[in-house]
C-alpha cells in the first residue's frame, strides 16, 4: 500500500499528450488551447470614440474655442466624409472611428445645442480625452491568448473579437467504462431483491462529461473470470479504461489476476485513502491507462476525482488544481492511519451532512464538497481550516 501522494505523483509521471485537434469556437468552450494566438492587426483596428458626444480638435481648444458648427455625424461602422476645419466638429456615436483631424471628443453631457452649433459647458480637456486609440489593447503581431490557456466565456469573446472560427485545442481522451458485478443491473431492467441499479455507470459518464469527455464506450460484466477477461481484452483500443468492483479482496475480486494476465503493469493497488483503499492503477506499454475502481458508489467517485480526474487534466495540460479550504463547524475525530475523505455541505463553512456510511445513496445529493482529513490528523477541531474539493 502507498500513500495518498506517492499515488498522485506515479499518476502525474505517466501523463501524456491525446495530441491536438482542431475545434471551432463553438466547441472551444473549457478546452485548453495548443497554440499561441497572434492578433492580426491593431485592437482597436482605429482610434475610437469612448463616449456619444462630439470630435473636435484639440488646437481649437487651446486656442480657447468653444463653440462648433456641426459638420457631420459618424456612427459605428461608418467612415467620415469631409474633413474637419478651425471651429468645426464632428457629432460622433460610441464605438464610432474618430477621425486623424480629430483628437478629442467631448462627451454628450458636456456641451449644449443651439442653433446648429455645440457649446462647451467646461473648459478643461486633455488631448485624446474619452479615445481608445489604436493599438492600445493589442498592436498587430503580439500574443492575444497564450498557449495553454484554459479557455472560458471571456476567451471566447476575445476569440471571437480576433476573427478566431477555428482553434488548435489539446485533443480529450477516449475513455472505455466497464462496470462489473453480478448484483448490478441497467436501469432499464427490474431489480430482484439483491441486486441493485448500476449508479456507477452514470456517474462515470457525467464525471467524464464534466471533462468534456464524449467518447465514451461503456459496457457491464458479470463476475466471471472468462467473461471479464474477454471484455477486458475487447476494451484497450482507448487511451483509458475504467473498471469499477472486483477490486478488493473477495472470492469474486478478479479483476487484478485478470489485468496482469493481459499484460497490464500495475503502477500501485490499494492506496493509503479511506474511501477507495482498494485502488489499483496499471498501464499497457505506453498507449493505454487503466483504472479499478471500488465498487462502493462513493468510493469509485472518490477515486475517480482523486485519480483518474487527475491523470485526465495532467494529461490534456489543465493547470493543477489546488484544493480549497475553509472553517470546518464540527469536530470530527478518526482512529485510521489513513488520508480521509468525507462529504461535507460547502458554504461560508464545511457542515456536516447526515449519512448512514458510504453505502448511504444520498449522500451525493446531499453533499457538494468532498474535504480531507490527513493521516496525520487524528483530530479536526471546530473552526480548523480544512482543505476541499467542490462535486
Known amino acids: 500500500m502507498i500513500s495518498f501522494q506517492e499515488a498522485q505523483s506515479i499518476i502525474l509521471s505517466k501523463a501524456k499528450s491525446f495530441g491536438v485537434e482542431l475545434v471551432i469556437l463553438d466547441d472551444a468552450l473549457n478546452r485548453v488551447l495548443a497554440e499561441d494566438i497572434f492578433a492580426q492587426r491593431d485592437y482597436p483596428p482605429f482610434n475610437r470614440s469612448a ?103 471571456p476567451t471566447i469573446g476575445l476569440l471571437a473579437s480576433l476573427g478566431k472560427s477555428q482553434i488548435s485545442v489539446q485533443k480529450l481522451p477516449k475513455v472505455n467504462i466497464i462496470t462489473t458485478g453480478n448484483e448490478v443491473v441497467d436501469l432499464n431492467h427490474s431489480t ?26 461503456c459496457s457491464h460484466v458479470n463476475d466471471d473470470v472468462n467473461e471479464l477477461e474477454i471484455a477486458i481484452s475487447a476494451n484497450l483500443d482507448a487511451d483509458i479504461l475504467i473498471l469499477t468492483g472486483g477490486v478488493s479482496a473477495g472470492d469474486a475480486d478478479y479483476v487484478p489476476e485478470i489485468l496482469a494476465k493481459i499484460g497490464i503493469e500495475k503502477l500501485f493497488h490499494k492506496v493509503a485513502i479511506k474511501p477507495g483503499k482498494p485502488v489499483w492503477c496499471g498501464k499497457l506499454s505506453n498507449q493505454l491507462m487503466v483504472f479499478a475502481l471500488p465498487g462502493n458508489p ?94
Open 298 to 391: 462513493f468510493s469509485c467517485m472518490v477515486t475517480f476525482k482523486l485519480f483518474v480526474e487527475l491523470y485526465i487534466k495532467a494529461s490534456t495540460r489543465y493547470k493543477k488544481e489546488e484544493m480549497l479550504q475553509l472553517p470546518i463547524d464540527f469536530l470530527r475525530s478518526k482512529n485510521s492511519n489513513l488520508d480521509e475523505f468525507f462529504p461535507v455541505e460547502a458554504s461560508s463553512t464545511l457542515k456536516a451532512i447526515s449519512i448512514n456510511g458510504s453505502g448511504d445513496i444520498r449522500l451525493g445529493n446531499l453533499a457538494n464538497a468532498l474535504a480531507m482529513q490527513s493521516a496525520a490528523q487524528k483530530k479536526l477541531e471546530k473552526g480548523t481550516m480544512v482543505s476541499y474539493f467542490p462535486l
Open 192 to 217: 430482484s431483491s439483491f441486486q441493485i441499479h448500476n449508479s456507477n455507470l452514470y456517474v462515470l459518464k457525467a464525471l467524464l462529461t464534466q471533462n468534456q469527455i464524449k467518447n465514451q464506450n
Open 51 to 153: 463616449m456619444d458626444g462630439i470630435a473636435v480638435r484639440f488646437d481649437d481648444l487651446q486656442n480657447g474655442i468653444n463653440q462648433f458648427k456641426f459638420i457631420e455625424i459618424i456612427f459605428a461602422g461608418q467612415a467620415n466624409i469631409n474633413p474637419l476645419k478651425t471651429g468645426e466638429c464632428y457629432k460622433i456615436m460610441t464605438g464610432a472611428a474618430v477621425p486623424k483631424d480629430a483628437n478629442v471628443v467631448i462627451k454628450r453631457e458636456d456641451i449644449s445645442e443651439e442653433n446648429g452649433s455645440f457649446i462647451l459647458n467646461s473648459e478643461s480637456y486633455k488631448e485624446y480625452q474619452n479615445i481608445a486609440l489604436q493599438g492600445q489593447d493589442l498592436k498587430k503581431g503580439d500574443i492575444a491568448v497564450l498557449n495553454g490557456t484554459l479557455i472560458n466565456i
